[in-house]
């Protein structure tokens, strides 16, 4: 389907004409000559709308499938955002407790090794978590 359209089509077709028009010098009357041309050039008509439908309804195809591609990378997107907003939910509550712990540990004014070595776990844990979703974000 590439040939039509082409360089060399059109100089086929150019020397098809010619050739067809010169049979008048081999004694082929032109009645009959323009009745075979214009017979070729219906057919080929017919074909062309044909080869053209054929394309079109190719790209159709093709575009629907590009579509089905979008909407599932849309639903992927959504998905992602709503892992992250649960993401962000879960920085805020560790935050939370992490002030709650340190509130209470300034109250008491007491804290032991253990509650320090949780702290600091926290704190990884919330980095980790804030480095993930900074991932996520700049990945966007």
């Known amino acids: 389907m590439d040939w039509i359209g ?4 059109l100089l086929v077709h150019t020397v098809l004409f010619v050739v067809g028009f010169s049979l008048n010098i081999f004694g082929v009357a032109y009645d009959r ?3 075979i041309l214009t ?3 219906s057919l080929e008509a017919i074909y062309l709308a044909i080869f053209i439908q054929m394309a079109v309804n190719k ?3 093709s575009l629907q499938d590009v579509e089905e591609d979008i909407e599932e990378i849309a639903e992927d997107v959504e998905d992602i ?3 992250m907003q649960g993401l962000g939910e879960d920085v805020e509550e560790i935050q939370e407790d992490i002030d709650e712990i340190q509130k209470d ?6 804290v032991d090794k253990k509650t ?3 702290l600091a776990k926290i704190e990884t844990r919330l980095q980790n ?6 991932k996520v974000k700049s990945k966007k």
């Open 129 to 134: 978590i804030i480095a993930e979703i900074d």
């Open 59 to 61: 790209t159709s195809q």
């Open 33 to 35: 000559i323009l009745l």
């Open 39 to 41: 017979t070729a050039v």
């Open 6 to 9: 082409s360089t060399n089509s």
């Open 105 to 110: 540990d300034q109250e008491d004014e007491v």
């Open 116 to 118: 320090q070595d949780s």
């Open 81 to 83: 955002q709503e892992d």
